[in-house]
């Protein structure tokens, strides 16, 4: 008889295996999909996972599709730590495209060189101040940061979609919802030649950098990782809970907005009624498949970066719908889930007691 048997303690390598597990099941599950679908799967396979990446310009949208994901994933991370469950990076995105947005059609005729870093700095403060209200009603009136932020959401798509359909619609843009073009004083520069790769692919690893330090070497996110495992012993230490909301939150906003720029400011080069594709929603995926650390991070928003790809190219060379990227991303965080149950427990076979007296 197999049955499930709590282990003493947590498994340390099967932590840092599960996410490497589920991965490799989701591919097996591609392969099962293609074959179902009348496909070959070898040819599935590599218009899904190689014929993206294979020269220097796949490699590059890797990088771009990335940038976002590793940003967002980076902050959200701090406060899930804590507890703390920011589910509205994509709003926090979007407000962040739109505040450096708006300073660039601000001054859309300087061509200032501190255009850029302002815009930068202004998605900043956008995107934090899109996470300081669920911040305020849960330190102030106890309410569930997960229903606020995730409503927050929707009204910040709508906001966006009023000013590119209203005041902010590029007057010679033949009545299409979108702004003017960003100058190039407000571009981010191109770090790879013949490629999309922009700058805000090393903000993204610097973000990586800086959370690690934040995390790892400082007297707050101790507390942080503290109050994330022990709960209520954290607060019988003295440990300020309000102020652990406060930052959880507003990191999670701060690199959204930031991601929300650079969304805006890198490939798009506007604002449209959508900037983002759901980065904000995958990157709570990424997160949790990176375990939560700066590196595991870094690896996981390469991998979701490929399977933004490989829907892509699956659409064009075989002519799969588009809702195929969102099906394998909700399978990878599942297979998470069901393989991280091996964590806290074993499979052990246990002889019943006819067998034992059958032998």
Sequence with gaps: MIRLEPRPRASKAMR?????????LTGVCGVIFSALA??????????????????????????????????IATGLAIGFRSNVWNIGAEGQLTLGAVSGGGLVLLFYDSGSAWLLPGAVVAGAIGGMLWAAIPAILRTRFNTNEILV??????????????????????????????????PDSAMLPVILADTRLHLGFLFAVAAVAIGWVFVRRSFIGY???????????????GFNRARMIWIGLLAGGAAAGVAGICEAAGPIGQLLPSISPGYGYAAIIVAFVGRLHPIGIL???????????????????????SAVTGIFQGVLLFLL?????????RVRFKTTVVEEALS
């Design 16 to 24: 840092y295996l599960s996410p490497v597990i589920a991965a490799a």
């Design 38 to 71: 009348g496909l070959d799967p070898l040819d599935t396979f590599y218009a899904f996972f190689i014929a993206p990446i294979d020269d220097r310009y796949g490699l590059g949208e890797l990088g771009v599709k990335a940038a976002p994901l590793m940003l």
């Design 149 to 182: 932020s995730l409503m927050l959401n929707y009204v910040a798509l709508l906001l966006l979609s009023y000013l590119v359909h209203g005041p902010w619609r590029d007057p010679e843009g033949f009545n299409f919802p979108e702004s003017r073009l960003f």
């Design 223 to 237: 507390q942080m990782r503290v109050a994330g495992l022990a709960g209520g012993a954290a607060e019988y230490a």
């Design 299 to 321: 690896l996981a928003s390469l991998l979701m970066s490929l399977l933004y790809l490989g829907g892509e190219a699956a659409q064009m060379e075989l002519g799969l719908p």
């Design 337 to 345: 889930l069901a393989v991280d149950l091996f964590v806290n427990y």
